[in-house]
């Protein structure tokens, strides 16, 4: 069937596209990427029996993982069943039969076997990786659960009580793993603190926290990356330019404003003398020039801010 061909190819080629650029990657990772795999997947169902067993895949899988196991063999261990048929899954692992009891062991043997010499089977798996595995026997015809574990998990289990001489060592062996910090909650306590410390900074300058702030933005979020650079932004060095810049918007507007005055004043003096009645330039600004009124206003500008004990005040 030549569908059979196209269908794979497609499948191909929205591997291809993940594997393009970052932005293809976030579109077909998304939940529209996740429906045209879907229905991709689906396609290839109707023109290929690789699919069967696919019902026994775990069920958080997403439909690229399907459709990825699809284009690849069937074992991901070995190379001797390169069909899907009959897939066994195991911690997320689709095996076939000889490497399921090659790597793992059921908690059935476990208990059939004697451990009491070196360890109990509740010392021998306490904290290890498990599977829990539910099927239909067709034989008792009825459901069963599995346990499986990594058969050299407990090898190195066992291997390790074996040389365990006081109760205190088997109990720090058989202890579960601790529990890893999560790196997500992490970084959003770091934003936290790093916004709480630019707010304190902040007030004790008498400014506040803006949104459109795009320097406050990336300090909260930990840019730059490099933390020789990072050490040079601090939230006081943050604080302090953010200052800065509320003061050069207030100044402009002042400038701007006192600027706007002197127009106005002189365009009133025009209209209500008319022209020879003296300079009035010279009568607002004190310069016949206005170019030079405003040189001389940004030159000789005293009217800095007292709030912000950080600026150098002028000598008077």
Same mark, same amino acid.
């Given at each position: 069937?030549?569908? &059979?061909?196209?269908?794979?190819?497609? =499948?191909?080629?929205?591997?291809?596209?993940?594997?393009?650029?970052? *932005?293809?990657?976030?579109?077909?990772?998304?939940?529209?990427?996740?429906?045209?795999?879907?229905?991709?997947?689906?396609?290839?169902?109707?023109?290929?029996?690789?699919?069967?067993?696919?019902?026994?895949?775990?069920?958080?899988?997403?439909?690229?993982?399907?459709? @990825?196991?699809?284009?690849? #063999?069937?074992? *991901?261990?070995?190379?001797?069943? /390169?069909?899907?048929?009959?897939?066994? +899954?195991?911690?997320?692992?689709?095996?076939?039969?000889?490497?399921?009891?090659?790597?793992?062991?059921?908690? *059935?043997?476990?208990?059939?076997?004697?451990?009491?010499?070196?360890? %109990?089977?509740?010392?021998?798996?306490?904290?290890?990786?498990?599977?829990?595995?539910?099927?239909?026997?067709? @034989? @008792?015809?009825? $459901?069963? %659960?599995?346990?499986?574990?990594?058969?050299?998990?407990?090898?190195?289990?066992?291997?390790?009580? !074996?040389?365990?001489?006081?109760?205190?060592?088997?109990?720090?062996?058989?202890?579960? /793993?601790?529990?890893? *910090?999560?790196?997500?909650?992490?970084?959003?306590? $770091?934003?936290?603190?790093?916004?709480?410390?630019? &707010?304190?900074?902040?007030?004790?300058?008498?400014?506040?926290?803006?949104?459109?702030?795009?320097?406050?933005?990336?300090?909260?979020?930990?840019?730059?990356?490099? #933390?020789?650079?990072?050490?040079?932004?601090?939230?006081?060095?943050?604080?302090?330019?953010?200052?800065?810049? &509320?003061?050069?918007?207030?100044?402009?507007?002042?400038? &701007? $404003?006192?600027?706007?005055?002197? !127009?106005?004043?002189?365009?009133?003096?025009?209209?209500?003398?008319?022209?020879?009645?003296?300079?009035?330039?010279?009568?607002?600004?004190?310069?016949?020039? =206005?170019?030079?009124?405003?040189?001389?206003? $940004?030159?000789?500008?005293?009217?800095? /801010?007292?709030?912000?004990? +950080?600026?150098?005040? /002028?000598? %008077?």
């Amino acid at each position: 069937d030549k569908r &059979k061909v196209v269908y794979k190819r497609r =499948l191909d080629t929205l591997f291809a596209m993940r594997g393009t650029n970052k *932005q293809l990657c976030r579109v077909m990772s998304s939940d529209f990427g996740e429906e045209i795999f879907q229905l991709a997947f689906e396609n290839f169902c109707e023109v290929s029996d690789a699919t069967h067993g696919i019902d026994d895949a775990p069920p958080t899988m997403l439909w690229r993982h399907k459709a @990825f196991f699809l284009t690849g #063999l069937g074992c *991901q261990t070995c190379d001797a069943h /390169p069909t899907t048929r009959k897939p066994n +899954w195991v911690f997320g692992v689709r095996m076939c039969k000889d490497c399921l009891q090659k790597h793992t062991v059921i908690h *059935q043997e476990l208990q059939d076997e004697s451990w009491t010499k070196w360890a %109990t089977y509740e010392e021998l798996t306490k904290g290890l990786p498990h599977d829990e595995v539910q099927g239909w026997s067709k @034989f @008792f015809k009825s $459901a069963y %659960t599995m346990i499986r574990y990594w058969r050299q998990s407990v090898k190195n289990r066992k291997a390790l009580l !074996r040389h365990a001489k006081t109760p205190s060592e088997r109990e720090r062996i058989c202890a579960p /793993p601790a529990a890893k *910090q999560d790196k997500q909650l992490l970084e959003k306590k $770091a934003r936290e603190k790093r916004k709480e410390a630019l &707010k304190a900074e902040l007030d004790l300058i008498g400014c506040e926290l803006r949104a459109d702030s795009k320097l406050s933005e990336l300090f909260i979020e930990g840019f730059p990356k490099s #933390l020789r650079e990072r050490k040079k932004w601090t939230a006081k060095k943050v604080a302090e330019r953010m200052a800065q810049m &509320k003061y050069l918007h207030e100044y402009c507007r002042e400038f &701007k $404003a006192t600027v706007q005055g002197w !127009r106005r004043e002189i365009n009133d003096m025009f209209d209500h003398y008319g022209h020879g009645y003296g300079n009035y330039t010279y009568e607002v600004t004190g310069f016949y020039s =206005l170019g030079a009124a405003v040189r001389d206003l $940004a030159d000789t500008w005293t009217r800095f /801010p007292k709030q912000w004990p +950080w600026l150098v005040q /002028p000598a %008077t």
